[in-house]
């Protein structure tokens, strides 16, 4: 009996059903909505005095991305909520709002849950606590002070602007690194397709010759060769390497940690790197203390949200020194790693009691740097990039035809 029962759906696994019916006036009305059932759909309606004529659940269409949760939804998401806190929507009824305006249906899934939580009387900082994937401590913590101090419409729009600016500073990263992996890449299939497709055929023409090939001609014949006879076993061996890599990346603190440093010694993408963290640091420190946290669990907000090992560390090594009396710009001196000017930055703040100000001056001017970087980089790196090419391919190229320019010397 109790195998053949209908497996229950979890109450956080809602469809969407779309509906058709008639309101009190007579009109017909028509939408869309999150419910558990189809049955639940219509209580649903009738409570909102519309006679339901139709309710059927609606058919999943296919979209990338849709079926998650993005960082950039977070967003959009958080900007919305400040615009409409600020405007005096009360609160569930901003999030029912966004949540019908969405057309993520993993987005309206999160808000319908957070919808139940507070609706149930749970404060909003815990209900965003039960979805750690989507909001993370340092989200859940500046709510958490909004909603202690009464002011949770200044604090949201704290926290929408601090999203607004990581994601522009993640997006500039990206920017950096994405486009000479791509080239990198597409030069690395360029090279394997002329190494077993075309080389091999220039084999045959120069095996007719009778005559010594030169060294570099040679060279790339082997090459050839040896991706032809062991190109699968390569292939799988290179897979087999990544994996392992990336799976000890991800279970490896201490890789993940040497790897930050490493990055940070690069030159160029470590420059970036470098002020990048900065500006993070700079931006979650002032964020946190302007919302009412205090200074200590604030800096722990900063460490997570630096990005990087080296200054993750540094950053504790300067809340267990402000724990232990010293002031912060004295503390942030003994790391040598921050620049003297955000030192100083942070030491007239601390003078004037404006720090929150300081830092937020200091993440505007390394944000503006990161941005100028990436552009230079951007600019720098496309004649490199076409170098490397032109080596590469120009290469293969010239070891496929050294030989017959030797024959026509030869031949005159």
């Not at 139709?54 to 993005?70: A, E, N, Q």
Request: proline share 4%.
């Amino acid at each position: 009996m109790a195998a053949n029962r209908k497996k229950k759906k979890p109450s956080n696994q809602q469809d969407t059903y779309v509906w058709k019916g008639v309101n009190r006036r007579g009109d017909k009305v028509s939408g869309d909505m999150l419910s558990d059932t189809a049955a639940s759909a219509r209580a649903q309606l009738r409570a909102q005095g519309i006679l339901p004529s139709l309710v059927k659940k609606k058919p999943k269409s296919f979209s990338l991305g849709s079926d998650k949760v993005t960082s950039a939804d977070i967003c959009v998401i958080s900007r919305q909520l400040a615009t409409m806190l600020s405007a005096g929507v009360p609160l569930v009824q901003a999030v029912e709002l966004i949540s019908k305006g969405h057309e993520n249906t993993a987005v309206r899934k999160l808000l319908s849950d957070v919808i139940t939580d507070i609706a149930a009387g749970t404060p909003l900082n815990e209900a965003l606590r039960r979805h750690p994937l989507h909001f993370d401590d340092l989200y859940c913590d500046l709510v958490m002070a909004g909603e202690q101090s009464g002011a949770l419409e200044g604090i949201y729009d704290r926290i929408a602007t601090y999203k607004e600016k990581s994601e522009a500073l993640k997006s500039k990263i990206k920017k950096a690194m994405t486009y000479p992996v791509a080239v990198l890449s597409i030069a690395g299939i360029v090279t394997v397709v002329l190494l077993v497709f075309v080389v091999p055929q220039f084999k045959t023409i120069f095996s007719s010759f009778g005559a010594e090939l030169p060294a570099f001609t040679l060279v790339v014949i082997g090459m050839s060769e040896a991706l032809q006879a062991h190109g699968p076993k390569i292939l799988v061996a290179l897979g087999i390497g990544i994996y392992f890599f990336l799976r000890t990346y991800k279970r490896s603190r201490k890789l993940r940690d040497s790897l930050d440093g490493l990055l940070l010694k690069l030159p160029i993408v470590g420059m970036i790197l470098n002020k990048a963290a900065l500006a993070r640091f700079a931006r979650t420190l002032a964020t946190t203390f302007a919302a009412g946290v205090p200074l200590i669990e604030a800096l722990d907000s900063a460490a997570g949200a630096s990005g990087n090992a080296v200054y993750r560390k540094a950053i504790l090594s300067i809340k267990s020194e402000i724990s232990a009396g010293m002031q912060m710009n004295l503390a942030m001196r003994n790391t040598n790693l921050f620049p003297p000017m955000v030192v100083q930055m942070v030491q007239i703040g601390e003078e004037s009691g404006a720090i929150d100000d300081m830092l937020n001056k200091v993440a505007n001017i390394y944000e503006a740097e990161v941005d100028d970087a990436v552009d230079g980089l951007s600019a720098l790196i496309e004649p490199i990039l076409m170098a490397v090419l032109g080596v590469i391919i120009g290469g293969l190229i010239v070891a496929m035809y050294l030989p017959i320019f030797q024959m026509g010397k030869i031949v005159s």
